[in-house]
């Protein structure tokens, strides 16, 4: 009498069919995907009914994508997923740079080139007057000037510009702005508000399914680059916002989180640092 098959036979013998695959890191992937995806079936003891029902939920997923809706995004970012892969690419736990977080799905390129000290607020809708302001070094302190920001954040209703077509004009509360030659900038705003993301499709599901909610903390998004600097995408937290222990895509880290505090002229003032850390820089013959 033959051997019956095992579940491990069958494993082995889905690797060993893919070690066929020319390109060497899409081996790699695939194999690692194959050997993680069958020991999760076997680690839950996955019924029929429940890979169908995996099945209905993905093509669900995949049926809420368009032009402006990414379920598969909001699906990873739920997951932690997106935070995990931009630790593996974009941290680096020893470095003092700012840290990073995910872009999520409100960036729009191309916003309006505006004037330290300008305002981004082109729509009033209520919101708490406030100014993000700092200081852009390197990682030794020295101040660097010429940064560009890269802003983007929601209004008081909760929505961003791009959310709201028709409501909010098309570049409210974003903007690209410089450090002036002290490394400053100074940012009017509106103090950002927490909001759900986008939770009728899926995602939004699962997130009930599981006991959990779809809000973000309250932030400002802003992207900093400069040549010869490793560019950061990152937020900065409101301190006495909701949801900063709970943040349904775990975009909050510690460093991340400030203060604002009511100035002279009762404005609030946000506060937040920003360190670049040098481009690594590939040396010639590095690799001999
Ligand atoms: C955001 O911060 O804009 C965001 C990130 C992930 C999902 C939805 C929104
Ligand atoms: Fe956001």
Redo the contacts with the bound molecule.
Sequence with gaps: MTDKMTEDDLTAVVVQRLEATPDARLREVTQAFVRHLHAFAKEVRLTDEEWFTGITFLTATGAMCDQTRQEFI?LS?TLGFSSLIDLINHSDVEALATEPT?L???YVPDSPERAFGDSMVEYDDGGEPAIFTGIVTDTEGHPLAGVLLDVWQNAATGF?AVQQPGVQPATNLRGRYRTDAAGRYEIRTVRPVPYP?PADGPVGQLLRDTGRHEW?AA?I?VKASKDGYEPVTSHVFDRESRYLDSDT?F?VKDSLIEDFVAGPDGVLVCEHPIMLASAAVELAGAHD
């Design positions: 909001l970012d995910i999520g799905p409100f961003y993301i973000r932030h998004h895509v975009g």
